[in-house]
């Protein structure tokens, strides 16, 4: 079995407002990029390029982007995530978040960090 490199590199420069963004790359190819946003709510964005879905790169790269979000101050966080939306709730559910309420499409979540 041949191993993949897997590196998340913080970008230079973000294309979102007050947001870092960060580029996961697989054996040197760009196959996703996340932001994090300094805020309580939803302060991690990750994207995964379609094709290469379903191969545990959005995972690799939240957690990675949790590592960096865990250097700070902060104690916990909330994520808002619609119900549809399976792929994202898996990833933090399996990083440690459970659900706190319900509205309408959108389940809530906390996170704690420490």
């Given at each position: ?35 994090l946003f ?60 459970f659900e ?15």
């Open positions: 079995m041949i191993k993949e490199l897997k590196e998340v590199i913080k970008a230079d420069v973000s294309d979102r407002e007050l947001a870092d963004k960060y580029i996961l790359k697989v054996d040197g190819k760009e196959v996703g990029f996340g932001y300094n805020r309580e709510t939803n302060p991690i964005e990750i994207f995964v390029l379609k094709e290469f879905q379903s191969n545990g790169y959005g995972k690799f790269l939240f957690g990675e982007l949790l590592k960096v979000l865990k250097q700070g101050e902060r104690l916990g966080v909330l994520f808002e995530v619609k119900d549809s939306d399976y792929r994202f709730r898996n990833i933090i559910m399996q990083a440690g978040a706190i309420g319900r509205n309408l499409q959108t389940i809530k979540y906390a996170l704690k960090l420490k």
